[in-house]
């Protein structure tokens, strides 16, 4: 095994968080919400990247945070997901 894989890397580090207030505002059409969905995915993935890397270091508390992050993108992309296939977000697939 290579030296570089020994090195405890932060990937996290420079990770910038969504604020759940870019999630409050309506997306005013197919377009700009397909945009919403990118970016919620991109998050998605940056989040589950951080939370394994938290786990693969032993790191309780930030796997922990990653994994709460985690669950509130999810939800709120969901969220998006049920808005654009059905058109009524009050019809979630979290239940």
């Not at 290579?2 to 059409?29: C, F, I, M, V, Y």
């Amino acid at each position: 095994m290579s030296s570089r894989h020994n090195k405890p890397r932060r990937l996290d580090a420079d990770l910038p968080e969504l604020a759940t207030s870019e999630w409050d505002q309506p997306t005013p059409g197919p377009d700009d919400a397909m945009r919403e969905l990118q970016r919620g995915s991109e998050a998605i993935l940056r989040l589950a990247t951080r939370a394994h890397a938290a786990v693969a270091r032993s790191d309780e508390a930030g796997a922990q945070a990653a994994r709460q992050s985690l669950e509130t993108q999810l939800t709120f992309t969901t969220a998006l997901i049920d808005e654009l296939l059905f058109g009524a977000p009050e019809r979630s697939t979290l239940h």
